[in-house]
């Protein structure tokens, strides 16, 4: 019998998110510098087992219902559906967020595994931007992965787009039109303050409003029920669809946050931009038993705070980017 995980605000968590690994093939400007990071030594990334141990406690102790793959890019992991069908298996809503670039090889074997949902993002549908952006000429690899997702079955598969002031904000028109042709949820997203190099600023926000009266000046819109989603919902009045905006920072959901973390190297997070981590690895390898599993991480979700607190002076950066952390 599972207990709910409960912070000391009253909040239940049922929503994981494991990064796989640091490493990525990409390097998007507001994510990584040119050369990369300094990657994580192998043995300091969680096995697949040890993924799988925790993963198992959480839902079997906690009730936890949903987990999410993330990275660095989640597909540059060996045997990725290995992982995902150890995962499926637990009767979890299973999904994976990715920069697409592989999904013309992997999105069937990832439906197979047993991998439901999938979120790709591409921040500009313009080979010569996505290329800037990302540091590579991929973005037809990236088209072909989301027409692959959509071929294999994985239901929703969703666009995810960090809009940039003055880098990516004339596209917001253009991502409606894509994902009403092309039958894909576009989720817009707030650029916070998680970049490796430091660049951002509050002027570099395109913030909700923005992003939905310039959708609606084009296609008229409904405002969806926005339930537990953190992404703010309109429906597209003509029925083709609709599209979401993730306001992390203008329009904060702290208070409704329902989702703990899990790096590469096993530290639990339990909040995107918490300063403070605690180490499972350090407990899985020094033959910790699940009760000990269990406590570690019930003790760190009961110290969560209130919110991240972007807009206010006492606002403290992690000392990580949002590679490292997993987005
Ligand atoms: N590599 C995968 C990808 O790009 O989807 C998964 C990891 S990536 C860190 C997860 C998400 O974080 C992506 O949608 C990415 O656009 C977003 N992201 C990265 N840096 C961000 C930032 N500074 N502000 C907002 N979103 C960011
Ligand atoms: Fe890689 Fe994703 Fe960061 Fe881009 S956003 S550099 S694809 S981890």
Redesign the pocket.
């Known amino acids: 019998m599972s207990v709910p995980l409960v912070d000391g605000f009253g909040r239940v968590h049922r929503d994981l998110r494991i990064s796989i690994t640091d490493r990525?093939n990409f390097r998007?400007t507001?994510?990584m510098p040119a050369e990369g990071l300094d990657w994580l030594p192998r043995e300091n990334l969680l096995t697949f087992e040890e993924i799988e141990r925790i993963a198992a406690v959480m839902v079997d102790r906690f009730g936890i219902d949903s987990i999410r793959l993330?990275?660095?890019?989640?597909t540059v992991r060996a045997n990725l559906p290995v992982l995902v069908e150890k995962l499926a298996a637990l009767g979890v809503d299973l999904a994976l967020?990715?920069?697409g670039a592989t999904l013309g090889l992997l999105a069937d074997k990832l439906a197979a595994a047993g991998l439901r949902r999938i979120?790709i993002?591409l921040?500009s549908l313009r080979p010569d931007r996505f290329e800037q952006l990302t540091r590579r000429a991929d973005l037809n690899r990236v088209l072909d992965g989301i027409d692959a997702a959509l071929a294999a079955g994985l239901d929703p598969v969703k666009v995810?787009a960090?809009m940039m002031r003055g880098v990516n904000d004339d596209e917001i028109v253009d991502f409606a039109r894509f994902g009403r042709d092309k039958g894909v949820e576009v989720r817009f997203?707030e650029?916070?303050p998680?970049?490796a190099d430091l660049s951002?600023s509050s002027d570099k926000v395109v913030a909700l409003d923005e992003i939905v009266s310039t959708v609606g000046d084009v296609f008229p819109l409904v405002p969806a029920d926005r339930s537990h989603s953190p992404a703010a919902l309109w429906h597209y009045a003509d029925g083709r669809g609709s599209f979401g905006v993730i306001a992390s920072v203008t329009e904060a959901f702290c208070g409704s946050c329902d989702r703990v973390r899990l790096t590469a190297e096993g530290m639990f997070r339990n909040c995107l931009f918490a300063v403070q981590e605690h180490d499972l690895r350090e407990l899985l390898r020094s033959g910790a038993d699940d009760d000990a599993l269990a406590a570690a991480i019930a003790g760190a979700v009961r110290d969560k705070w209130a919110g991240h607190a972007i807009n206010q002076v006492h606002f403290i950066r992690p000392g990580r980017s949002?590679?490292q952390i997993?987005?």
């Open positions: 990525c998007c507001y994510c993330t990275g660095g890019e989640p967020t990715t920069n979120n993002s921040d995810n960090v997203i650029f916070m998680l970049d951002w949002m590679s997993g987005g």
